[in-house]
């Protein structure tokens, strides 16, 4: 009795595709993969996080009081923010940010901040790992959002 073996339709959802059934929150401290704190050119403190696949950077207080303070005028007291490093929103799950650390700077040279970010290669067919050096101030876009202009890592990939 020999049976003919029919093919089976599968459908595999994952995080890495936008079209999720459901949408999962962060869970914190849970979802946080890495962290790494920092002083900025002004005098404050950040963390660089490493959340559920994506690049953060986010104030460092010491209570919820600090970042409830009156504002007081053009440029005075800005209130902390967080902001996201990597990678853009509209990638639809192309980079995966796996590990990060901030690259130690000299203050007084440079307000420049980067960081060392273990990622997976967009432009890989397999997903590699590859190393990238981002810069992570708040003034800068984020990185990996244009499929055309993507980073290059400098090791793997």
Not at 3 to 11: A, C, F, K, N, V
Not at 59 to 83: F, H, I, K, T
Request: aromatic letters at 8%.
């Amino acid at each position: 009795f020999v049976r003919e073996i029919e093919p089976l339709d599968i459908t595999v959802f994952s995080d890495f595709q936008e079209h999720q059934e459901r949408l999962r929150p962060v869970s914190v401290p849970k979802d946080i993969k890495s962290f790494d704190v920092f002083t900025t050119p002004f005098g404050s403190q950040s963390c660089l996080l490493t959340v559920r696949g994506q690049l953060w950077v986010a104030p460092v207080v010491a209570s919820q009081e600090d970042l409830d303070s009156v504002y007081l005028g053009l440029g005075q007291n800005l209130p902390a923010r967080r902001y996201r490093v990597a990678p853009g929103t509209m990638t639809g799950g192309m980079v995966r940010i796996l590990m990060s650390r901030i690259i130690p700077m000299p203050q007084e040279k440079s307000a420049r901040r980067l960081a060392l970010v273990l990622a997976t290669d967009p432009k890989s067919e397999t997903a590699e790992h590859g190393f990238y050096i981002l810069e992570v101030q708040n003034e800068m876009s984020p990185s990996f959002v244009d499929s055309q202009e993507l980073p290059e890592p400098f090791i793997g990939g």
